[in-house]
């Protein structure tokens, strides 16, 4: 079983509305911090979102209030609910999984993160 399998991205208009979907093993989704992360092309991957074992979650500032990070425990699945797309919000999505925090977008890159998925594209149209 692969650690992590992305799926839910397609392709939108501006303001509507798609759920990704993080499908982990047992062990990587228990690890302390998950997170979802975003590449466009030709720039780095950066963090949209993350949340802790705890159930802390924090976003990247330009998705705070649009999107949403959850998780179901019973099903090893983590979730970005994303509203209002943008065309800025055009960019591979990946899921990944840290043993270690603080789990804050705006404190740890992508090199904190040892665990990933080969990602979903979402493509957002003016």
């Known amino acids: 079983q692969e650690a992590l399998v992305e799926s839910g991205g397609g392709s939108v208009q501006a303001g509507g509305s798609l759920r990704l979907s993080c499908s982990a093993s047992?062990?990587?989704?228990?690890?302390?911090?998950l997170a979802w992360f975003r590449q466009a092309p030709g720039k780095e991957r950066g963090g949209v979102a993350m949340?802790?074992?705890?159930?802390?979650?924090n976003y990247r500032d330009s998705v705070q209030g649009r999107f949403t990070i959850s998780k179901d425990d019973a099903n090893n699945t983590l979730y970005l609910q994303m509203n209002s797309l943008k065309p800025d919000d055009t960019a591979m999505y990946y899921c990944?999984?840290?043993?270690?925090?603080?789990?804050?977008?705006?404190?740890?890159?992508?090199?904190?993160?040892?665990?990933w998925g080969h990602g979903t594209r979402v493509t957002v149209s003016s």
């Open positions: 990944a999984s840290a043993a270690t925090g603080p789990c804050l977008v705006n404190m740890m890159g992508r090199h904190s993160f040892p665990h």
């Open positions: 047992k062990y990587t989704y228990n690890l302390y911090c």
């Open positions: 949340i802790g074992r705890d159930g802390f979650t």
